[in-house]
Nanobody
Framework: QVQLVESGGGKVQPGGSLRLSCAASGNIFSISFMGWYRQAPGKQRELVAT???????NYADAVKGRFTISRDNAKNTAYLQMNSLNPEDTAVYYC???????????????WGQGTQVTVSS
């Protein structure tokens, strides 16, 4: 079994910062992809940032220069540092991981439970 635990969400004023964490645990051989997505009320889920095993990153245009994704391979954990937050960043943020389990050649996608980020004065 694999578990994803997200943390770090909350309410912050415009211009503030938050750091999200996504820790994967369980039957994990390797993680090839870690990403953050978000879904605002009434909108579709959208990509925020991704990082692959080699360290290459990708960001949505709306967050470039403000958000930074990183990962700690030893801890199977991804982070999303969010700076200069604005009300448009308000959403539920979800972690997505693509991994290979021990004794399996298949790559499986897992989603976290989501963490609420609210930017409001």
């Amino acid at each position: 079994q694999v578990q994803l635990v997200e943390s770090g969400g909350g309410k912050v004023q415009p211009g503030g910062s938050l750091r999200l964490s996504c820790a994967a645990s369980g039957n994990i051989f390797s993680i090839s992809f870690m990403g953050w997505y978000r879904q605002a009320p009434g909108k579709q889920r959208e990509l925020v940032a991704t990082i692959i095993s080699g360290g290459s990153t990708n960001y949505a245009d709306a967050v470039k220069g403000r958000f930074t994704i990183s990962r700690d391979n030893a801890k199977n954990t991804a982070y999303l540092q969010m700076n200069s937050l604005n009300p448009e960043d308000t959403a539920v943020y979800y972690c997505n991981v693509h991994l290979t389990r021990y004794y399996s050649a298949a790559v499986t996608s897992y989603w976290g439970q989501g963490t609420q980020v609210t930017v409001s004065s």
